[in-house]
Nanobody, 122 residues
Framework: QVQLVESGGGLVQAGGSLRLSCAAS????????MGWFRQAPGKEREFVAA????????RYADSVKGRFTISRDNAKNTVYLQMNSLKPEDTAVYYC???????????????WGQGAQVTVSS
């Protein structure tokens, strides 16, 4: 089992920045690729970013490419999502998740955090 706890959400104006953190506990962190997903009201959960076990390889949704950066600190069992140039359409609950492979597919993730609300005002 892997337990995931997100933090760092909040309210920010358009054009601002936030950094989400996701602390992992349980099984060995480096066994898992990590991903960030988001879900806005009335919409399906969508992929945002993912990072490989080593942190060398990353994947991004087109909608966030160039604005968001995913990173991980394996010594701290933590993955981050730095979000810059935020837009109102980025408003959603953001979830971190763990998978045994680097993937953008929601169903390939085995463990999920409880979510963190990000609200971007215009």
């Amino acid at each position: 089992q892997v337990q995931l706890v997100e933090s760092g959400g909040g309210l920010v104006q358009a054009g601002g920045s936030l950094r989400l953190s996701c602390a992992a506990s349980g099984r060995i962190f480096t066994l898992y690729a990590m991903g960030w997903f988001r879900q806005a009201p009335g919409k399906e959960r969508e992929f945002v970013a993912a990072i490989s076990m080593s942190g060398v390889n990353t994947r991004y949704a087109d909608s966030v490419k160039g604005r968001f950066t995913i990173s991980r600190d394996n010594a701290k069992n933590t993955v981050y999502l730095q979000m810059n140039s935020l837009k109102p359409e980025d408003t959603a609950v953001y979830y971190c998740a763990a998978s045994r492979q680097l993937t953008v597919t929601t169903t390939m993730y085995d463990y999920w955090g409880q979510g963190a609300q990000v609200t971007v005002s215009s």
